[in-house]
């Protein structure tokens, strides 16, 4: 029998992580802007529109400014709380940055328009979430902790449920279980949420994708055991790789007291605006059909779909196509090597690509990446088990004593002033200043393209005074 006695909350991801998933980031500020009005119609818990890939995609694909896109979207939302994705420590790059980089970067995320940040660390060491969290509530915004759900077995409920009042100590206003690669089975969702609830006072949200097949159901578990938000897509953006659809998440509770009551016709007015993206997506072969399909193997090996697609690459890469399934078995036992993490940006391809040199090698940690090392001199932050010690040797050899123990981000020196002198010759914002910081060559570029664009638009501007016609 149902336990939840209220309507289900639904976080929209359509501007964000559905399009992340599908179409690798590509969708344009001018393509979300013409149907925001009626998205604010809706009745959403929230949208979440911004953080994840969409900062690096903007500047290095679009040529778009992603600060511009978040306060056009900010105006254009009059009624819907906007919601981002943020990497702890690691904010929306792929190192750790000191703690002032993370405070302005919280400080000019909230004052652009972002109402709900989500927290995660690859690792689910607390220690990286702590300044995004203590940053984001000064700045009154609301603080969502993320969990990275995963398989294993220090991964026990009372695991979870540990996390979950830690969390509540830190000041998080909320809880994600955000299980990335589909892991996540109904009766295990119900037993979840009901364990969560148990030990925390705060709202749960669960975030899932549709690659192992299963997530709609894990919702209904999740929301009948009590869980209070879930995130969906509309449908021409879901399934695959992507999240369950907002249409038929909605349809799935009418009736119940656990109805969101959404207006169907508002959502299929929503979804024909969105469908000739998608058709366009996979006539062009942006959208592979590939990641539509349901991967039972994602259940199998615990590895999310763009990591299986990365390595499938860089197997074909080396000519060694051969070797998938040797590589598919060798995933778990490097994951168990280095204390068995959550498979998660960036673990996941650090595992995985360690696993090919493994394979390709014929012997095990032969070559080892530099990011395995990091790993294994603790610069990500704690695993929930230790290394494998003989891993450690081979890998590490007399480097092992410099391993670090603390929370790496202590070791960081201030770094805002240093990177604001680096770059003041493209700053025409405060927020530059954090472009350049998380993808310094990316960013110069773009910089450079929107000064050429600058200047052909006030060439064309003093042509029209002129009395020619800017073309």
Not at 117 to 141: P, W, Y
Not at 422 to 448: G, H
Request: aromatic share 8%; hydrophobic share 40%; net charge negative.
């Amino acid at each position: 029998m149902a336990e939840n006695k209220k309507p289900v909350k639904i976080t929209e991801t359509v501007l964000r992580d559905a399009h992340q998933s599908l179409i690798a980031t590509r969708m344009t500020t001018e393509q979300m802007l013409p149907i925001i009005d009626k998205m604010d119609q809706v009745g959403y818990h929230a949208v979440e529109c911004w953080g994840g890939a969409t900062f690096d995609a903007s500047l290095r694909f679009l040529k778009e400014d992603p600060w511009e896109r978040l306060r056009k979207l900010k105006a254009g939302f009059k009624k819907t709380k906007l919601q981002m994705l943020f990497r702890g420590q690691n904010i929306l790059g792929y190192r750790p940055y000191a703690d002032d980089v993370v405070e302005y970067f919280v400080q000019k995320s909230i004052a652009n328009g972002i109402d709900i940040i989500r927290i995660f660390d690859c690792l689910n060491d607390l220690r990286n979430l702590q300044t995004a969290v203590t940053a984001t509530n000064k700045e009154k915004g609301h603080a969502q902790v993320a969990l990275s759900y995963t398989l294993g077995d220090a991964y026990t409920l009372e695991y979870w449920t540990d996390m979950a009042r830690k969390i509540e100590e830190m000041g998080a206003n909320s809880i994600c279980i955000k299980d990335m690669a589909g892991l996540l089975t109904p009766y295990k969702a119900e037993e979840l949420v009901k364990s969560l609830k148990s030990a925390t006072s705060l709202p749960i949200e669960l975030h899932t994708h549709y690659t192992s097949g299963v997530a709609s159901m894990t919702y209904m578990k999740a929301v009948e055991a009590g869980c209070d938000i879930i995130d969906t897509a509309m449908s021409p953006f879901a399934l695959g790789t992507s999240q369950p659809a907002t249409e038929v998440m909605a349809e799935a509770f009418k009736g119940t007291e656990m109805d969101p009551a959404f207006d169907q016709m508002l959502l299929k007015e929503i979804a024909d605006y969105f469908r000739p993206m998608r058709e366009e997506a996979l006539k062009s072969g942006l959208m592979n059909p590939k990641v539509l399909g349901v991967d039972i193997q994602t259940l199998l090996y615990q590895v999310p779909g763009g990591m299986l697609s990365n390595m499938v690459s860089q197997l074909k890469e080396q000519n060694a196509e051969d070797k998938y399934m040797e590589v598919l078995e060798e995933i778990p036992r490097v994951r168990k090597d280095l204390g068995e993490p959550p498979l998660v940006t960036p673990s996941s391809q650090i595992v995985g690509t360690q696993a090919v040199f493994n394979v390709l090698m014929g012997e095990r940690y032969k070559v080892a990446t530099k990011e395995t090392k990091d790993v294994l001199l603790g610069k990500y932050g704690q695993t929930v088990k230790p290394f494998n010690p003989e891993i450690i040797d081979k890998v590490l050899g007399e480097d092992k004593k410099n391993a670090i123990t603390c929370r790496y981000a202590d070791l960081l020196e201030p770094e805002l002033h240093k990177i604001e002198e680096e770059m003041k010759q493209w700053k025409q914002q405060d927020e530059d200043v954090l472009s350049y910081a998380l993808f310094p060559q990316v960013a110069t570029e773009f910089f450079k393209y929107r000064e050429a664009q600058q200047t052909g638009v006030d060439a064309a501007v003093a042509d029209t005074k002129n009395g020619a016609y800017p073309v």
